[in-house]
């Protein structure tokens, strides 16, 4: 192992740090030890630090909590060995159209996209890739088994993926960070997110590993509090949003340019494209609440 990377272990699982405790662009790679089956959890930039022997070597097969950039980057080690992912992303592990898709940024972002894909994440596509459902057990021996639980809303097929008997819960980009739950991409769905945040203490885990920045909670009480912190974020946004609506009607486009994820003026195409998906997200639950009201011209107000 390159003793450089942090690890830390919870019975079978070991967890390997990315830089900055996995921020993005980095993550945390888990990796479950199984009796007869060795999987990795995602493929974060981190793997591509890890030796053969801790990495190619090891691993038998790899499961995906879902497709992003960050967690296929260490997939090109495990060429020829099963990769699974939710039947609801698979397309975008499988091509590039099918990430095209998944990501929904206009195609002139998106053909900038793919150099630095390649160039940073060690991008490939696997056609390769089979797809599983909610509820999906794989049996690793030794009486160790991986269950998917299907928790959409950052993508369509987002999934935690539990390591039982030990109840050892890899929460993936519901990461608990600061900046709050993301959902600006096009098979994102803020609904679906919220939902998904409300079913997660449902899980039954003693350990809760999250792929970016926060790492790994090891006590229920912390945990829960960090998810209402990071739930309270939607709250903020929403007041945002609301806040700039007290000043006159505004279009989706006029509320990107000033900024509710990044901050105004930061936009690439891509990102402005991220925040006009979040902010129709947020005007489309305050219509429907009867908070705001869209009128004809594109534009939308407080109900007076
Ligand atoms: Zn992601």
Known sequence: MNPETPSARFGPVTV?????????????????????TVVAFDTPKVANRLSAE???????????????????????????KPLHVHERDVEAARSWDGLRRHFGYPDAALDAFRPKL???????????????????????????????????????GHCA????????????????????????????????????????????????????HKGVYTERAPFEDALRAYTARLDDREAVLLDRLRAGPQSVEALAADGLLYPAGYGTESTRAI???????????????????????????LRA
């Open 16 to 36: 390997y740090f990315g830089e900055k405790s996995g921020k993005y662009p980095d993550g945390n790679q888990v990796i479950v030890h199984g009796g007869d």
């Open 54 to 80: 801790v990495f190619d070597d090891a691993v038998d097969m790899a499961i995906l909590g879902h497709v992003h950039e960050d967690h296929m980057c260490g997939l090109h080690r495990l060429r020829g």
């Open 118 to 156: 390649e160039a940073e994440f060690s991008y490939a596509p696997r056609p390769d890739a089979q797809a599983y459902a909610d509820g999906a057990e794989w049996d690793l021996g030794g009486g160790i088994r991986v269950r998917a639980v299907h928790l959409p809303g950052h993508t369509a």
């Open 161 to 212: 993926l539990v390591v039982e008997p030990h109840g050892i819960a890899f929460i993936g980009d519901i990461d608990l960070s600061t900046f709050g739950p993301y959902y600006g991409d096009a098979t994102s769905n803020l609904g679906d997110f919220r939902r998904s945040l409300a079913r997660l203490p449902e899980l039954d885990a003693k350990v809760w590993i999250t792929s970016h």
């Open 275 to 301: 925040e006009r998906w979040t902010i129709t997200q947020h005007l489309d639950e305050l219509v429907a609440s009867g908070r705001v009201v869209a009128s004809d011209e594109g534009r939308y107000r």
